[in-house]
């Protein structure tokens, strides 16, 4: 199966983003780069080196819907006559903005995060939404853990591995065991579990960590002999990366107990007292972080949470 990495520009700190030219019939392309003219032109750039345009893409199929992998999926569908756009149902970030979600106000505000740090946030995530186009949902087709999309000379398993959003997938090729795993596991960095509600209790918020760790399990499973990821280099040794990947997350869980004091501390504390030097969008990763170490500490009997004035303080029992 001919997997083909094109590498696509981004405005945001994380840099460039892997997409993936399926080079099989049906012409595949798994995530499109933000919806930016530098990004439209390298991506036609890259299809051209294959001799190949937008017109022939006949399935976009995205690992999640941050605006670095969605967010031309809408016009290049448009501009492939119709191209099937597939993504998980417990995706809902290529709807509209997380951030005005109502949902997702309370998340912030009971992890402690001050009203004025929620309207900045919030404004910052305005300017992040130009970067996609919405999708509806009768547009989309559901991807299903499990499912396999067919190629005339083979299939991709669809993997549910949840963990850096909800509904994000991974595609495992089962014949030489190459997975695609859009955000869920990149080389040099462990990736944001971002702070979301829960798609099954919304009044909820999803336990991002906790889902990670069974997703990079069940990735392992496949024993992956090599991993495209959504952004930097692909990784041969998994087992190297898998390993490196717990002791970080065990450490940063230290971490994040080490700076509670007696009295309790509130996510966003947690957060400030871990990264002070953080600002713009990188407070929002920030909280998601700490409340994600927060969360699973507390599954783990480390931490005792109670609501105090509307905010969750967590305590060391
Ligand atoms: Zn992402
Ligand atoms: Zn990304």
Same mark, same amino acid.
Request: with cysteine.
């Given at each position: ?66 605006? *670095?992998?969605?967010?031309? /999926?809408? @016009? #290049?569908? &448009? ?5 099937? !756009?597939?993504?998980?149902?417990? %995706? ?34 305005? *300017?992040?939404?130009?970067? /996609?186009? @919405? #999708?509806? &949902? ?5 991807? !299903?853990?499990?499912?396999?999309? %067919? ?50 209790d919304p009044t909820r918020r999803f336990r991002s960590l906790a889902e990670y760790l069974v997703s990079l399990a069940r990735v392992r499973s496949f024993a992956p ?93």
């Amino acid at each position: 199966m001919n997997i083909i990495p094109i590498s696509l520009p981004t405005p945001f700190y994380i840099g460039p983003v892997n997409v993936y030219l399926i080079k099989e019939d049906p012409i595949t392309l798994i995530d499109t780069g933000p919806k930016m003219k530098e990004t439209i032109a390298a991506l036609h750039a890259g299809l051209r080196a294959e001799r190949l345009s937008v017109k022939d893409i006949r399935r976009i199929i995205l690992t999640h819907a941050h605006e *670095d992998h969605c967010g031309l /999926a809408r @016009s #290049l569908r &448009d501009e492939a006559r119709d191209a099937e !756009v597939f993504v998980h149902n417990w %995706e809902t970030g290529h709807r509209a903005s997380r951030l005005e979600h109502e949902e997702n106000l309370r998340l912030l505000k009971s992890a402690g995060v001050p009203d004025t740090e929620i309207e900045s946030m919030r404004r910052l995530y305005d *300017d992040v939404r130009q970067y /996609a186009d @919405s #999708l509806e &949902d009768n547009y989309c087709r559901e991807l !299903v853990d499990g499912a396999e999309l %067919e190629f005339n000379t083979g299939a991709l398993r669809v993997i549910h591995t949840p963990g850096h959003t909800p509904g994000s997938c991974s595609f495992v090729r089962e014949a030489d065991r190459t997975v695609i795993a859009g955000d869920c596991i990149l080389k040099r960095i462990t990736p944001n579990p971002v702070m979301s509600p829960d798609p099954i209790d919304p009044t909820r918020r999803f336990r991002s960590l906790a889902e990670y760790l069974v997703s990079l399990a069940r990735v392992r499973s496949f024993a992956p002999t090599l991993v495209y990821g959504g952004h930097g280099q692909p990784v041969h040794d998994f087992e190297e990366l898998f390993n490196r990947y717990l002791k970080m997350i065990r450490q940063r869980q230290a971490a994040a107990l080490n700076v509670i004091p007696k009295s309790g501390a509130t996510a966003w504390e947690v957060s400030r007292a871990m990264f002070p030097d953080t600002d713009d969008v990188h407070r929002f990763l920030a909280v998601s972080e700490a409340v994600a170490h927060l969360d699973y500490a507390e599954s783990e009997g480390k931490l005792t949470v109670e609501i105090s004035d509307g905010h969750e303080v967590y305590r060391k029992p």
